[in-house]
């Protein structure tokens, strides 16, 4: 099984079915890298490891990108990179205002002491940003712990060892006593006669809800004075199967006041909860606390820099039954509580943000100089017994002083002609709207006008899929997770293309291996064979001396080949992309659905460093295409896909990614209606608005807000799919 192609298949997937942006972080790479690597060494099911794995990575980025536990990576760009130029520049700012900090040699010092297994690991630095750095430690390439630390002080914030416990299922953990012993242990080794003035409070089994870390034995404390407990000065130590310790973590001094800050909007948030998790993130720390208040409830939380603010906060399902129980507050009680919390929350701000949909409470936008934020907004669900059961909001916001003024905008008019300028066709063979028929209600394909073919258009769009420069009235477009550059490669080229009759099929391993010998000139090795089964493909798989996939992928009912691939010769870089277009558009009519005529090209991925996000070679996505115009299935996302070797020249790789292998008889493109009818009939529900924008099409924060036009359809259609069919000139929504 490739690893890499099955991670970046699982959070492809995920972003397309689940949400809008989801971005690598290294931390994320080794971390199921490591957990690969390490279930390898114990000789454990290789199809089930990297498949299993992929799908926790694809299920961790979801739900921890939702929550501001991860920051979102610039698109397009390599992502060890990425981290890298904003670690330096972090800790350039760092140093520039802080003269005298902690190494992290002298920072984990302490920590090597008390655990020795330590002391044979190499440190990388990861990130530091508001006084704390963010360590990985490493044996060889493999991440085995992550350490955070307060660069002024010196003192550990948090630490989790990656020990053994991928096998924890083989063992059960110890019991509250003797983990309570190791962590005493532990502490007075640690802290020395720090340790004296924590007490012991509650002992439970924690495991993250992700399946990443855990379990272990949480062993909770509390610091006391003059007999009386200090308000949110709380520790925990883990303890693992092996009676080891696999976390600590406290709450600092600035924590410590936030939290108590935080008691205004949650009057009944407990000063003696417990520590179950905490972990640095981009621009903050997140946690897992449980026994929060009187109804001991679990929540995940993250703190936006050393205390600025509350960027999200969940409360936790500890099991069925109390998910069962937990009812959601509605109508006008829920806009009630929402308005009371945001009001202690943020104060005089709280006036600023205006609920989204008067209708729907739980969203709200920020407004300035009455024009909308865009992405400066605050989800916010409470329960009916009063509690927040969510929130989330945009953590950094900008001075009044940095907004533009809006009389230095464009016209409406000028904004409107640019639309029309970019207007175009485009086919959805499957889409996601009912249209009526002789034959009754029913799927029908579809021509239809669209101002972005990269994306399906919504009501309401925040302005990362497109948007009109308000400075200079020029369409700019985005590509989303799925990197679909069609709008912005703007070359409106079609490629006429011979495909096969019928599909190219292989119906066992000694076909398959005749086929990689016919293509790419392979001999595989059958020490390394194994097959795989899933959503109804079937792959059969080989692996080289390095490790590196070599297969091919079929449709299991018909044996039709949807893809193959090859290891590239080696990490050099030199062909230049002509040569490697020119290869790839000669390779892809061999493996097309038979009937294709034409394609587009998509996407281009340029050349690098391999990652869980790219191959590191050149690749080629292409649309289907009929008399010029993009043709799609559902979803904003390319037919076919080819990858060039950018050492060698050759193909190594091809992949089909359509959803159904049928062709759909697509409406005729000679009688439609008109550019302008067409925008007339657009702007009568899509109506453009001037907004300040936050973060360009990329999900990347700006330096100063941007003034541009999106469009802004009413409340009603606020979260509907939008299409503007071409032949009647009509809006069909869902």
């Known amino acids: 099984m490739d690893v890499d192609k099955q991670m970046r298949e699982a959070v492809r997937s ?35 490891v990297a498949g299993s794995l992929a799908a926790c990575l694809a299920v961790t980025a979801v739900g921890m990108h939702q929550q501001g536990w991860f920051p979102q990576m610039p698109s397009g760009k390599n992502v060890t990179n990425a981290i890298a130029t904003t670690a330096t520049k972090t800790n350039n700012k760092e140093a520039n205002q802080n003269s005298v900090m902690v190494s992290p040699e002298e920072a984990i010092l302490p920590l090597k002491k008390v655990i020795p297994a330590l002391s044979k690991m190499t440190i990388r630095v990861d990130r530091t940003s508001y006084g704390i750095s963010d360590l990985t430690l490493l044996e060889g390439d493999n991440a085995r712990a992550k350490v955070a630390y ?10 989790t060892i990656d020990g053994d416990r991928g096998e924890q299922k083989e063992g059960k953990l110890p019991s509250a006593k003797t983990a309570e012993n190791a962590a005493n242990a532990f502490l007075q080794a ?25 379990p272990w034995m949480s062993v909770n404390y509390q610091r006391m004075e003059n007999g009386q407990p200090v ?13 080891q310790v696999a976390f600590f973590g406290r709450l600092n001094k600035s924590e410590q006041a936030f939290f108590t800050k935080l008691t205004d909007a949650m009057p009944d948030l407990s000063p003696s909860l417990l520590l179950l998790d905490k972990e640095k993130n981009h621009d903050g720390m997140s946690f897992i606390l449980g026994k929060t208040n009187k109804e001991g409830h679990q929540v995940s939380l993250v703190i936006y820099g050393n205390g600025q603010a509350l960027e999200s906060y969940r409360l936790l399902n500890r099991d069925e039954k109390e998910a069962a129980s937990r009812k959601e507050a509605e109508g ?33 936008l920020r407004y300035h100089n009455e024009l909308p934020v865009l992405s400066d907004e605050i989800s916010i669900i409470t329960t009916d017994s009063g509690h927040v059961q969510s929130f989330r909001m945009e953590p950094e916001t900008f001075e009044p002083s940095q907004y533009p003024d809006v009389s230095t905008a464009v016209s409406e008019e000028v904004a409107i002609k640019e639309l029309s300028e970019n207007m175009k066709l485009r086919y959805v063979q499957n889409p996601r709207i009912r249209q009526e028929s002789k034959q009754g209600d029913m799927w029908q394909p579809i021509l239809e006008y669209t101002p972005a073919v990269s994306f399906m258009q919504r009501g309401r769009e925040d302005g990362t899929e497109w948007y ?53 000139g392979i001999q595989v090795d059958d020490s390394t064979y194994r097959e795989s089964n899933r959503d109804g493909r079937k792959e059969y798989v080989w692996n080289d001396k390095n490790d590196k996939y070599i297969g091919v992928e079929v449709l299991a009912e018909t044996g039709s080949v949807v893809g193959l691939g090859s290891p590239r010769s080696d990490t050099a870089v030199t062909v230049k992309r002509e040569q490697a277009e020119e290869a790839a558009l000669a390779f892809l009519p061999k493996y097309v659905d038979p009937g294709i005529k034409e394609v587009q090209l998509a996407q281009v991925i340029q050349p690098g460093e391999a990652n869980p996000v790219s191959s590191g070679e050149w690749e080629f996505r292409y649309l289907m295409s009929k008399d010029g115009i993009p043709v799609q299935d559902r979803g904003q996302k390319a037919a076919y896909s ?10 190594t790789k091809f992949e089909n990614y359509r959803e159904t292998h049928e062709l759909v008889e697509l409406p005729a493109s000679d009688e439609i209606v008109s550019k302008d009818k067409a925008v007339e009939a657009y702007l009568r529900v899509m109506p453009l608005k001037l907004v300040y924008l936050m973060k360009d099409v990329d999900g990347q924060k700006l330096a100063q807000p941007k003034l541009a036009y999106v469009p802004w359809s009413d409340e009603k259609l606020a979260g509907k799919y939008i299409t503007l069919d071409a032949v009647t000139g009509k809006i069909i929504t869902k």
């Open 332 to 364: 006008e009680k829920a806009l009630q509580q929402e308005r009371q919390f945001l009001n202690k929350l943020l104060g005089a701000d709280s006036d600023n943000y205006r609920l989204l949909d008067a209708n729907d409470p739980g969203l709200y």
């Open 642 to 651: 080819v990858t060039v070797d950018p050492s060698s020249g050759k193909v």
């Open 190 to 214: 640690f802290l020395g006669e720090g340790s004296k003035s924590y007490q012991h409070v509650q002992t439970q089994i924690y495991t993250d809800e992700y399946m990443v870390k855990g």
């Open 231 to 243: 308000p949110f000065d709380v520790m925990s130590v883990g303890i693992d199967q092996q009676e």
């Open 150 to 159: 307060d660069i002024q002080t010196g003192q550990i914030e948090s630490f």
């Open 468 to 520: 009109i420069d308000a400075t200079n009235g020029k369409m700019v477009y985005g590509t989303g997770d799925n990197g679909l550059a069609y709008d912005q490669l703007n070359t409106k080229e079609a490629h006429p293309i011979e495909s096969p009759k019928e599909y190219v099929k292989v119906r066992s391993k000694d076909e398959a291996k005749a086929l990689l010998q016919a293509e790419f």
């Open 14 to 48: 995920a972003s397309e079915e689940s949400v809008e942006e989801v971005r690598f972080t290294k931390e994320m790479e080794l971390r199921i890298r490591g957990a690969i690597a390490k279930n390898k060494r114990k000789n454990r099911n290789r199809i089930f």
